[in-house]
C-alpha cells in the first residue's frame, strides 16, 4: 500500500479523501490556492502546501505545480478527486512519468472516454445501446441537417469533448438544428478548444441512471448497482439517489443495465472506479451517455447501500492488489438519498451566490453523513464551484429516506448567505418526488 497521497484537489471532495487515507494509516499531502487557505481540507491533512492565486488555472489546475510538490512532499500517489485534473490524461502522463502512482484508470482509456463521439462507437461495438444518431462527429452544419432527415427530430447537437450539458442544444427542425450546430460549436471551441459535434435523438423527458463499476489488474469486474440522478438544474444534478426509482418498476432492468456496463468496462480493460452513464425512458429503455472515469461527486450514495468505501478500494486497486469481493456477495442494504447543498438561488435560475458562512451547524443521527469542505467564517468564493456540502442519509427504504432527509435538512443551519437548503426541504414534501415520478427537466419546469 502506498505510504503517502497527494490530493489534488480540493474542498468536501478533498477532505474526504483525506479522512479515508488516514484511516488507512497512509500520510496525506494536500494543496490549497491563496483563497483555500486555512480551508477544513488542509487541516485533516498530515501537510499543506500552497500552490498559488485562487484563479484554478493558477492553482488547482497547475499540474506542474503540483507536481512539483508531489516531489517535494515525498509522496508515491496522487488522487485527483473528480473536476479539475481527474479527467486530464496529460497529467496522468505526467504523474508516472514522474514515477508516481495515479489514483485512476489508464491515460488511454481516459482519452477514449473523454471523446463522447469515439466513446458512444466503442460502446456501441461492445454491444452496449446509444440512443440513435450519428456515427461519430459530424462534418458541418449541412451534413447535419442531411443527417437529420434519417434520424428524425427533435435532436440534440451535442460537444465531442463536452460534459456536464456544456455544448448541448436542443432542435426540432432544420432551421434549430442550424442555429443549435453554431451554439454548440462556439461553446465548444471556447470551453474545450475542440468544435466537433455528434448528434443524438433526443428522448422526451429523461430518467438519468448511472452505474458504478469498480475493476482491478488482475481482471475482475464488479459492478455496486444503479444510482439516480434525474433532479438536475442547467444539466447539473442535484439529489441524488440509490437504488433507482424507475429500475425497481421494471423487473430486470438492473441486471440488464448493469450487465451493459461491465460489458463497456471489459472491453476497453478498464481499472479502478468508474461510472458508466445512461439516460432511460419510462418503459425502462435504457442508453449510454457517456462513462465517467473517475470518483463521481453521489459516490457515497452507493457507499451507502453497498456498506464499502470506494476511496479505499481505489487506493486498493491503484497499488496492485485483487478486489475481493465477488458480485454475487453484493446486495442492495435499504435506500440512500443526497442533496447538494450550493450557495446559490434557486428564485433566480440557480444562479451562484458567493458570500461568507457565518453560522454552520450539521446535522447529526444515525444513517446521517455530511461531507463538508467549509466551516463557519469561511468564505464561498466566487472562484470555484459553489458547492458548500452533500447531505447523505440512509435509511430501510425509500419513504423512510425522504423522511430522514427532510428531518436532517430542518435540522441544518448555514447562515451569512444564500442557500438551496430550504428548495430541498420543499422538495421532500413533493409529490411528484415522494411518487418517483421525475425526469432531468422535471426541476426547472415545476
Known amino acids: 500500500m502506498f505510504k503517502a497521497v497527494l490530493i ?51 492553482s488547482y489546475l497547475n499540474a506542474e505545480r503540483i507536481l512539483e510538490v508531489a516531489r517535494e512532499a515525498g509522496v508515491d500517489a496522487i488522487h485527483p478527486g473528480y473536476g479539475l485534473l481527474s479527467e486530464n490524461s496529460d497529467f496522468v502522463h505526467a504523474v508516472e512519468a514522474a514515477g508516481i502512482a495515479f489514483i485512476g484508470p489508464r491515460a488511454e482509456v481516459m482519452e477514449l472516454m473523454g471523446d463522447k463521439a469515439r466513446a458512444r462507437e466503442f460502446a456501441q461495438k461492445a454491444g452496449v445501446p446509444v440512443v440513435p444518431g450519428s456515427d461519430g462527429v459530424v462534418a458541418d452544419e449541412d451534413a447535419a441537417v442531411a443527417l437529420a432527415e434519417t434520424i428524425g427530430y427533435p435532436l440534440l447537437v451535442k460537444a465531442s469533448a463536452g460534459g456536464g450539458g456544456i455544448g448541448m442544444n436542443l432542435a426540432k427542425n432544420e432551421k434549430k438544428l442550424r442555429k443549435a450546430v453554431q451554439a454548440s460549436v462556439r461553446r465548444a471551441e471556447s470551453a474545450f478548444g475542440d468544435p466537433s459535434f455528434y448528434l443524438e435523438r433526443y428522448i422526451e423527458n429523461p430518467r438519468h441512471i448511472e452505474i458504478q463499476v469498480l475493476a482491478d489488474t488482475h481482471g475482475n469486474a464488479i459492478h455496486l448497482f444503479e444510482r439516480e440522478c434525474s433532479v438536475q438544474r442547467r444539466h447539473q444534478k442535484v439529489i441524488e439517489e440509490a437504488p433507482s426509482p424507475l429500475v425497481a ?96 438561488n434557486p428564485e433566480k435560475m440557480f ?36 458547492l458548500i456540502a452533500k447531505l447523505i442519509v440512509h435509511a430501510p427504504d425509500r419513504p423512510a429516506a425522504i423522511a430522514k432527509m427532510k428531518s436532517a435538512l430542518t435540522e441544518m443551519e448555514i447562515g451569512g448567505l444564500t442557500t438551496n437548503l430550504s428548495m430541498h426541504i420543499e422538495l421532500m414534501d413533493d409529490a411528484d418526488f415522494q411518487s418517483g415520478n421525475i425526469h432531468t427537466g422535471w426541476l426547472e419546469k415545476r
Open 351 to 386: 444562479m451562484p451566490a458567493p458570500g461568507t458562512i457565518t453560522t454552520f451547524k450539521a446535522p447529526t443521527g444515525e444513517g446521517v453523513r455530511l461531507d463538508s469542505g467549509v466551516d463557519a467564517d469561511r468564505e464561498v468564493t466566487p472562484y470555484y464551484d459553489p
Open 249 to 344: 418498476r421494471h423487473e430486470g432492468l438492473r441486471e440488464r443495465m448493469c450487465e451493459a456496463a461491465l460489458a463497456l468496462v471489459r472491453a476497453s480493460e478498464y481499472v479502478n472506479a468508474g461510472t458508466v452513464e445512461f439516460i432511460a425512458d419510462e418503459a425502462g429503455n435504457f442508453y449510454f451517455i457517456e462513462m465517467n472515469t473517475r470518483l463521481q461527486v453521489e459516490h457515497p450514495v452507493t457507499e451507502m447501500i453497498a456498506g464499502l468505501d470506494l476511496v479505499e478500494w481505489q487506493l486498493r486497486v491503484a497499488a496492485g492488489e485483487e478486489l475481493t469481493i465477488a458480485q454475487d456477495a453484493l446486495t442492495i442494504d435499504g435506500h440512500a438519498i443526497e442533496c447538494r447543498i450550493y450557495a446559490e
Open 8 to 58: 489534488a484537489n480540493r474542498g468536501e471532495i478533498a477532505a474526504r479523501i483525506a479522512r479515508t487515507c488516514k484511516r488507512m494509516g497512509i500520510r496525506t499531502v494536500a494543496v490549497y490556492s491563496e483563497a483555500d487557505e486555512g480551508a477544513p481540507h488542509t487541516q485533516i491533512a498530515d501537510e499543506a502546501y500552497l500552490i498559488g492565486p485562487a484563479h484554478v488555472t493558477k
